[in-house]
């Protein structure tokens, strides 16, 4: 069951379970944009770890340099990564909107106030 | 097919994504918000008319393959267009342009004008993620333009007049960004196995390497994900909010567009990728999404006969609409996936009507309350006689364009000898019946409370882009060659690719 050559892959799984619980179970919003965070940051580094090849190298064409690792994941994630700052910033700027319009962050407290609006 | 002389117009499907794209960051630039919108709106039309050039041209020469910047697939970067999201781009890019045209007048109500050619440049992004999505021939390149759609939708949405349209737009971006992470995961899955990021290819790949457990576990959050972004109940629950808090303008935009690229992307996923024996004789996915497409149809259209705001019972009967084309898509027949095809097309111009009516309703009456909606019918008549036609095609009368879904829905039903499913079909659309009936009931037959202010009628230019939207739920519910008849052709070539 456990391999150790897979152990990249227990670590990114952890973290992604870790992210995911976070996002579902914390009521805080800023706790709950750091969980998406590490939900998305597991994903960047299976993708990295993916592209690894053990004792590979930089893809260089030229003496010495015979075994390469997989540059094309490592490349996207340059994107995933702009867009999962991207992502980031935009959550955090909502947040700052919502606490002056709420003046809290809790989602509990939140659905309260909402409740009143309606009722 | 490269003539010099054509040069330009070879070039017609990067056009479709650069143009949008560098015309946002105009609409930053100017300041000014008319002409931030005559810009928006002159790109907007000019992509439809694009799309349209590129459908016929489909239709002539079959399918089209760009190479960006001259690599060669499977290592450059592939925009493929074919019968199929040709159809889904003239969608995405037609309503683009007719909802636009629209915000001029209705968007002044909701969003201080100092924002509006920021709102454009979010518009425009939008719309540059969602025609990115539609004809990229690469997987990669579908989750980044998925995130470039969704977080300009986020912005969009964060737009609304009250403060719930912030809490409805953090929603709508934690789901999203799960639904957006899932699907790359799924992406990876599949470059691992595949080696390769280019759809034609990799389906080739995955034809050689035959199932396993990764590739299982590759198409479950491919189909997870982008199921979020879709609104498959039960994950639709970021959707009623969004919808009902946003902007107007942006409600009518996001509910006939960017549900229906999900969609598009998952069939893509399913039949282009994956293949139907992969996906429907291993794993079974049709046993999931059926049972879950007919829960959708009724729980949304009930909890959508108890709304009082009109506009979030519209996003409710949006959820059990959604489930039709799921139904369509997991009865993996050509009748059905036609009925599912022909449904995303259909939806997207009955959806975006009603809402602009409620755009209308919004401009002159101020609430979308169903109190608000009393002696409608007198006072503001070509907009609720649009609603009425909107309606009556929702429910799948005759000579709209619901009536067409519905019937390859059932028809399809009724082949694969799934009758239960067909009464299912006929059940749910008496629901909306009823949904729609109550609109109709408070607007013509309810008198106007007699201190409620004068209404006027809703301005020509919310009225144009209305009729626009009606005058076609007619013209496609009784010419369908064009709708019905594509979509059974890009139902076979999907079924036709994947067996």
Redesign the interface.
């Known amino acids: 069951m456990f391999d150790p050559g897979l152990l990249n892959y227990w670590i990114i799984m952890i973290l992604m379970m870790t992210g995911?619980y976070t996002?579902i179970a914390k009521g805080n919003?800023i706790k709950?944009?750091i969980g998406?965070g590490i939900?998305?940051v597991s994903?960047i580094m299976?993708?990295v770890s993916?592209g690894k090849v053990r004792g590979g190298t930089a893809p260089i064409a030229g003496e010495g340099f015979e075994v390469f690792s997989n540059p094309?994941?490592h490349v996207?994630m340059l994107?995933?990564i702009v867009?999962a700052v991207?992502?980031l910033a935009?959550?955090l700027a909502?947040?700052v909107?919502?606490k002056e319009?709420?003046d809290t962050i809790e989602e509990d407290e939140?659905r309260e106030l909402?409740a009143g609006?309606e009722g | 097919m490269h003539d010099s002389g054509l040069s330009i117009s070879s070039h017609l499907p990067a056009f479709q994504i650069a143009v949008p794209l560098l015309s946002a960051v105009i609409c930053v630039l100017i300041r000014k918000a008319r002409a931030a919108w005559l810009l928006a709106t002159t790109v907007a039309w000019a992509a439809f008319a694009g799309a349209c050039v590129l459908l016929n041209r489909v239709i002539l020469h079959g399918t089209i393959s760009y190479e960006q910047g001259g690599w060669t697939p499977p290592w450059g970067i592939e925009l493929r267009i074919d019968l199929f999201n040709a159809l889904v781009l003239i969608i995405v890019t037609g309503i683009c342009a007719v909802v636009i045209s629209a915000s001029l007048t209705s968007l002044s109500m909701e969003v201080p004008e100092k924002k509006h050619n920021l709102f454009y440049a979010a518009f425009l992004l939008c719309m540059t993620g969602l025609a990115g999505m539609t004809i990229t021939g690469d997987v990669f390149n579908i989750f980044v333009f998925l995130e470039i759609s969704s977080l300009s939708s986020y912005a969009l949405i964060s737009q609304g007049a009250t403060r719930r349209a912030l809490t409805s737009s953090i929603q709508y971006l934690v789901m999203g960004t799960i639904g957006g992470t899932l699907l790359l995961l799924g992406i990876g899955m599949l470059y691992m196995v595949t080696g390769t990021l280019n759809i034609v290819d990799m389906a080739d790949q995955l034809a050689m390497v035959g199932p396993n457990r990764t590739v299982l576990v590759a198409l479950a959050c491919v189909t997870v994900g982008t199921s979020i972004k879709l609104a498959v109940f039960p994950l639709h629950i970021w959707l009623p909010n969004a919808y009902t808090y946003a902007p107007a303008i942006v409600t009518a935009f996001l509910a006939a567009t960017a549900t229906k690229v999900a969609f598009y992307v998952l069939a893509r996923f399913i039949f282009s990728i994956f293949g139907v024996e992969l996906a429907f004789e291993q794993l079974h996915l049709d046993r999931v999404l059926m049972p879950l497409a007919i829960v959708a149809m009724f729980a949304g259209s009930i909890v959508a006969i108890y709304q009082t705001d009109i506009k979030r019972m519209l996003a409710y009967s949006s959820v059990a609409q959604i489930g039709y084309m799921l139904l369509g898509l997991s009865m993996a027949s050509v009748t059905g996936l036609t009925g599912g095809i022909v449904h995303l097309f259909n939806h997207a111009l009955m959806k975006s009507g009603l809402f602009l009516v409620m755009a209308c309703v919004l401009y002159r009456v101020g609430s979308t309350h169903i109190d608000a909606m009393r002696g409608l019918g007198k006072r503001m008549p070509f907009t609720m006689a649009a609603f009425v036609i909107a309606g009556l095609s929702m429910i799948g009368v005759p000579l709209t364009v619901g009536f067409v879904s519905k019937w390859y829905l059932v028809s399809a039903a009724m082949e694969s000898g799934q009758w239960p499913v067909a009464v299912l079909i006929l059940l749910s659309s008496l629901l909306a019946v009823v949904y729609i009936w109550r609109v109709v009931e408070v607007a013509y037959f309810q008198e106007a409370p007699e201190d409620a202010p004068e209404v006027k009628k809703a301005p020509i230019g919310l009225l144009v882009p209305v009729w626009t939207l009606v005058f076609a739920i007619i013209f496609f519910g009784i010419f369908t060659s064009l709708s019905a008849g594509v979509a059974g052709d890009a139902a076979r070539m999907l079924l036709g690719a994947g067996s």
């Open positions: 995911l996002v919003l709950k944009i998406l939900f998305q994903v299976f993708f993916m094309v994941p996207l994107t995933a867009v991207a992502t935009f959550a909502l947040v909107r919502i319009e709420y939140i909402e609006e």
